[in-house]
């Protein structure tokens, strides 16, 4: 039998707290070059102390580079969204791992790889974030590995056709439950367990060792009277592959989930990206980065005015006036069937204050969006300053503006706000610039010349 030090590996930082598990929610920071000189784009960004990007990015952002880490098998830790030195090392690991330079910090070359790397783990295992029909609590599911389910007043269970993996969500009534006395009781039943580790806090429990020819995971928690567990069992020889889950589960679970949280203050200046339409100084960007300025500025332009927009589909149309040397877009419609690359200016704190215009690559898919919405969802998700970004197919063709919007994602202790992207057709953004008076006059194939920096400053 294997020793019982990956227990400590998996469990010893993991489970400290409960956090939401955002293992959909991808964000590549960005940088690039200035739209007004067209010189070549540098391969990483400055070097800046590790501390400080981190510092710089949302709390979503944060969240979902932690859990990228950890489905690539990099990060150990609780999926907390706070900046560490846990997640700095297991940075510098994945880039020694890819045969790059240890800085601690991602370029967008290297985030864009690491969300791709992600995603295909969590498609392999079929993971999804489903309500426990019973319980109502919210659990992070290797759908592919379990596909079995059986549920019972008691709880419900998940397994694979074999029973080298099985997942328990039980449920029972206890008088004065205490997270010491549930783990102490966890530890003897079954009989046979040996256990490699235990964390015993106010608010839940965590054991995880042997069982038989198994590892086995507990986390479990109360609420007055209702004490509810998570039991994780699978075959040592699958450790590579559900190590990962069993920390992406861990942050998922929630146990007694709660209303959504409500949406972050605004920021008092936002940076966004946008998109130079007309000779005439016409500028289509993101409408939530421009909702509630004081003053809008195009960077290397100046002063812009919101002239319209359309709430259906996020989208604003603002106007510079006296630009000389624009060069708009032609905007006639490319495909989105392939893979695209989202042109865009990322915020200045993500690239040591440059004003860059740089290019990541991204997937639209249908999944998660209403028919005839005329939007698709973007993977990965857009770093800080990309939103209002336009996207463009293999041919160098237009097919959408890419927008970050919030949503709420199903977290540990509760709902929790975070974004998603998405890309708004090309013909819903010809309709609407056309609907006011903008004359679709751009003959440029170039989008990096046609994108700009949207700086919306607030009270």
């Known amino acids: 039998m294997r020793p019982l030090a990956w227990a400590t590996s998996i469990s010893a930082t993991l489970l400290l707290g409960v956090s939401p598990a955002l293992a959909q929610l991808s964000t590549p920071p960005s940088s690039g070059v200035k739209p007004k000189t067209g010189a070549a784009v540098p391969a990483r960004p400055a070097a800046q102390p590790p501390a400080d990007p981190a510092n710089a990015m949302t709390a979503a952002q944060r969240l ?7 489905w690539v098998g990099q990060y150990n830790g609780a999926i907390t969204g706070e900046a560490s030195a846990r997640m700095v090392n297991a940075i510098k ?21 690491l969300a791709d790397a992600a995603r295909r783990k969590q498609e392999a295992v079929g993971w999804k974030i489903v309500t426990d029909p019973v319980t109502g609590a919210k659990i992070g599911l290797p759908t592919k590995l379990v596909p079995q389910q059986a549920s019972d007043a008691g709880g419900s269970k998940w397994s694979s056709p074999t029973g080298t993996v099985q997942i328990l969500l039980a449920r029972r009534k206890e008088a004065n439950p205490t997270t010491a006395a549930l783990a ?33 995971y507990v986390r479990g928690t109360f609420r007055g009277d209702e004490v509810r567990t998570l039991t994780i069992l699978y075959d040592q020889a699958m450790e590579s592959t559900l190590d990962p ?16 949280a409500a949406p972050p203050p605004r920021r008092t200046v936002d940076y966004g990206t946008g998109l130079v339409v007309s000779e005439d100084g016409a500028v289509v960007t993101d409408r939530e980065i421009v909702d509630g300025c004081l003053a809008i500025t195009i960077g290397g332009f100046g002063h812009a005015d919101r002239v319209a927009d359309d709430k259906a589909h996020g989208l ?31 915020d200045p704190q993500n690239q040591g204050g440059g004003s860059a215009v740089s290019t990541v690559k991204a997937q639209a898919t249908a999944q998660g969006t209403s028919a005839g919405s005329g939007e698709l969802s973007l993977t990965p998700s857009l770093g800080l300053g990309f939103s209002g970004a336009p996207a463009m197919d293999a041919d160098s063709r237009f097919t959408g503006l890419a927008l970050a919007k919030q949503a709420v994602v199903a977290g540990a202790t509760s709902a929790v706000p975070g974004t998603q992207a998405v890309l708004v057709s090309a013909a819903v953004v010809r309709d609407f610039l056309t609907g006011n008076g903008v004359g679709l006059d751009g003959k440029s194939a170039d989008a990096k010349a046609a994108t700009v920096r949207v700086i919306c400053v607030r009270k």
């Open 64 to 70: 979902a580079l932690q859990s990228d880490l950890a």
């Open 93 to 113: 690991a994945y880039q020694k791992l890819k045969g790059g330079e240890p800085t601690g910090v991602l370029n967008p070359q290297e985030r864009s790889a």
């Open 184 to 216: 102490e009781r966890e530890k003897k039943e079954p009989a046979g367990r040996t256990v490699g580790y235990t964390a015993v806090k106010p608010d839940f429990f965590v054991l995880s060792g042997a069982q038989e020819q198994k590892k086995f």
């Open 245 to 260: 889950v069993v920390i992406a589960m861990s942050s998922a679970f929630a146990a007694f989930p709660t209303a959504a």
């Open 316 to 346: 604003a149309l603002l106007r510079i006036y006296g630009a000389r040397g624009l060069r708009p877009l032609n905007l006639a419609p490319g495909s989105a069937k392939s893979s695209l690359d989202i042109v865009g200016i990322a």
